[in-house]
């Protein structure tokens, strides 16, 4: 199951205005995942006829400009007549559409062609405006060129990704019509009433020469780690109250000796859900116990330094959001720069760091998951919540799947951002791998909501052990968590049954946000 498919059901459409200013992550969001129809400002088109006219004059002079009249990376050093600046400009797109191996999802191809569109709406490409009116009406026309997995090096922007989304402009290549099937693009642009471009001076260049395809999965992940992290937050605290620990250390003086603003948030979020919990507290009851464990009692710290992390991928992404981002740029003062905006790291730093920060989220619910089976720490629960254990296995599979993606986010949090590799005859000698770390990035949220799906799973069936127990009552609101996960599909105690549907079913719970959106009934929002 595709955790993102999931997510994406629950956003719809509507229209986003693109102007000469930066768009917002909702807007992208939008667009990506729930097909909004985009319309150009006036002011956008406006700019980008300006810049163009710059451009055409550039054109006309005889001394060599880049990327108007060169060639390009290491063949720069090429003057191109103009008969052949428009071969020029389909040949570098042709040559540079060359990704390789499986196929994108939609969302992400639609927020990268997306995002370019917002760069060529600011005026800093010289593009002309047919362009991008080009490119926003295959946008809503829900065509979506095929994108590959690899050949973007994150550096001179997400080169071979955008060369496939410039080709379908152009009418060449393949690409998902409205009805998912991929189709030469010619022939759906034909269908939807959609002219080619004719790429003029730069405009191939201008297409392919930004970090979107990068930006776009940040901002994607994002959201969805967001959602992850209060999850995270909902899940430790059924586990803190299914094994008897204590709320105390949630208090929110303890928090505000040590300032950090994630720390705060999480710790309201578990008190919150704890609210009215008729067990927690009892650490002593039935064993000395003089403090929770470390991924009880430090699930504020961890979830919040991961919540400080995004906060902090957020102010990049807002950023890179408000940048133009090509080479070369066209200046508010008309001046026609070379520059180095292009280079991904800003953004593959935090895709990198994000991956860090899921890893461990997921890394410590695993750790309270464990806890809950092993009866030697669960403080009365039976053997891995087996009904009749030794007869039943109960969960115990459940924790090894759940270990294996714990395993495999501390593989995917391996930062790709160190690992430049040099190309273009060493005119490109340090790149960002930026797109890689976007990849690995959503690979790893995808983890970890099957991660948090487990717990949920585990914690919620020792929730219903314990009240059938005759201990509690429940705090109303895991109380609603555990109610609602029951009605999407993941049973409760019992003997032992064909198990992978309760945790698809918990999976998609956790991603659509139906567990936050059932706590926040008696919560109220929760950060």
Not at 88 to 115: C, D, I, N
Not at 367 to 396: C, V, Y
Request: net charge negative; aromatic share 2%; hydrophobic share 45%.
């Amino acid at each position: 199951m595709d955790m993102h498919s999931v997510v994406d059901e629950n956003v719809v459409g509507g229209t986003v205005v693109v102007g000469k200013a930066n768009v917002a992550p909702a807007d992208v969001i939008a667009v990506a995942r729930g097909n909004a129809r985009i319309e150009l400002s006036e002011d956008a088109l406006a700019e980008m006829a300006g810049s163009r006219a710059r451009i055409d004059a550039l054109a006309a002079e005889p001394r060599p400009v880049y990327g108007v009249s060169t060639g390009f990376g290491a063949l720069a050093v090429r003057h191109i007549d103009r008969p052949l600046r428009a071969q020029l400009q389909r040949s570098l797109v042709r040559s540079h559409a060359a990704g390789m191996g499986p196929q994108v999802e939609r969302e992400v191809t639609r927020a990268l062609m997306f995002l370019r569109l917002k760069t060529l709406a600011s005026g800093r490409t010289g593009v002309r405006p047919v362009v991008a009116e080009t490119m926003a009406a295959i946008l809503n026309a829900q065509i979506t060129p095929v994108v590959h997995e690899f050949g973007s090096l994150g550096c001179s922007g997400d080169l071979a990704p955008l060369s496939h989304c410039a080709l379908t402009l152009m009418g060449e290549g393949v690409a998902y019509g409205p009805d998912g099937a991929v189709r030469p693009a010619g022939e759906l642009l034909a269908e939807a009433g959609i002219a080619p471009v004719e790429l003029a001076e730069k405009e191939g260049l201008a297409l392919i020469n930004g970090t979107d395809g990068m930006l776009g999965m940040l901002v994607m992940a994002i959201a969805d780690l967001s959602r992850l992290f209060t999850t995270a937050d909902i899940t430790a605290a059924m586990s803190l109250e299914a094994l008897l620990g204590t709320e105390k250390v949630l208090q929110p003086e303890l928090h505000a000796i040590r300032p950090h603003p994630g720390q705060a948030a999480s710790a309201g979020n578990m008190l919150a859900v704890l609210q009215g919990s008729g067990l927690t507290g009892h650490h002593q009851d039935d064993a000395p116990r003089v403090q929770d464990a470390y991924s009880i009692r430090c699930a504020p710290q961890v979830a919040g330094a991961g919540r400080d992390t995004l906060s902090h991928a957020q102010l990049v992404a807002d950023r890179e959001l408000a940048a133009a981002v090509d080479n070369p740029v066209v200046l508010p003062d008309g001046r026609v720069e070379s520059n180095g905006n292009f280079h991904g790291a800003p953004v593959g730093y935090v895709l990198d760091f994000l991956a860090i920060a899921a890893a461990d989220l997921g890394s410590i619910a695993e750790r309270r998951t464990d806890r809950l089976l092993d009866k030697n720490r669960s403080h009365g629960l039976p053997p891995f919540l087996a009904d009749d254990p030794g007869l039943d296995s109960g969960l115990m599979i459940a924790q090894y799947t759940q270990a294996a993606l714990v395993s495999e986010n501390k593989r995917l949090a391996v930062p790709a951002s160190v690992d430049s590799i040099p190309s273009s005859a060493m005119q490109e000698d340090h790149v960002s791998m930026g797109w890689s770390a976007a990849r690995k990035l959503r690979a790893a949220v995808d983890n970890l909501a099957r991660i948090l799906a487990v717990e949920l799973t585990a914690s919620a069936r020792a929730l219903d052990i314990r009240v059938a127990a005759g201990n509690g009552p429940l705090a109303p609101a895991t109380a609603a968590a555990v109610a609602a996960a029951r009605a999407a599909g993941v049973a409760g105690p019992g003997t032992d049954r064909f198990l992978a549907p309760d945790l698809d079913a918990a999976a998609e719970f956790v991603a659509s946000g139906g567990l936050v959106a059932a706590v926040e009934t008696v919560t109220g929002p929760l950060a």
